[in-house]
């Protein structure tokens, strides 16, 4: 019919959105949280990912594929052609139950260029990958552990100093195996 159902909150700038595939849930991500919301009641289960330092903005956040947990990407934007500071940098894995924080990835070797920290997940669960920029490889963890298991090297294909605010994403492939980056 066309006609508006329902809001999940308001005010703030939406950097991603996502329904959950086990679950009526739906994830929507601001610069400085990621709420969880019931689609069916409208109302408001958790608040995940608080962003203590005002200068770090969530920039993309994903459900598992069991829908219990969220994985954040966050970032901190910096003048153009200047690197942003790994370390300011996180991907973070939260559990929806009881909101807590079960993984901090390392994002060290996160080559930034933008402080747009995009992220996936697999279908099976078992891999977690980030890039940070248009010309940033891709970092690819073992969900379960955390252990780094592949860093894929990307072609640089813009100029920061004239594109600052590149779009992008990564996405694997449905049966896990590959992973595309646009």
């Not at 078992?126 to 890039?131: G, K, L, P, Q, V």
């Amino acid at each position: 019919s066309g006609e508006l159902v329902r809001t999940f909150g308001q005010g703030k700038p939406v950097n991603a959105l996502a329904i959950a595939t086990k679950s009526s849930l739906l994830l929507k991500a601001t610069d400085e949280d990621v709420q969880i919301w019931d689609v069916v009641s409208g109302s408001l289960i958790r608040s995940l990912a608080k962003r203590q330092n005002s200068e770090e903005h969530i920039r993309d956040a994903k459900f598992s594929p069991d829908s219990k947990m969220v994985l954040v990407g966050a970032g901190t934007l910096e003048e153009p052609g200047k690197n942003t500071p790994a370390e300011n940098d996180v991907v973070e894995l939260w559990t929806i139950a009881d909101g807590s924080l079960v993984r901090r990835f390392n994002t060290e070797s996160l080559d930034t260029l933008s402080g747009y920290v995009k992220i996936a997940v697999s279908p099976d669960g078992n891999a977690i990958a980030a890039a940070s920029g248009c010309n940033s490889d891709i970092h690819i963890w073992n969900a379960n552990d955390g252990r780094p298991i592949n860093r894929l090297k990307t072609t640089s294909i813009v100029d920061p100093a004239k594109f600052r605010d590149c779009k992008y994403g990564i996405v694997f492939s449905i049966d896990s195996s590959k992973l595309l980056m646009n």
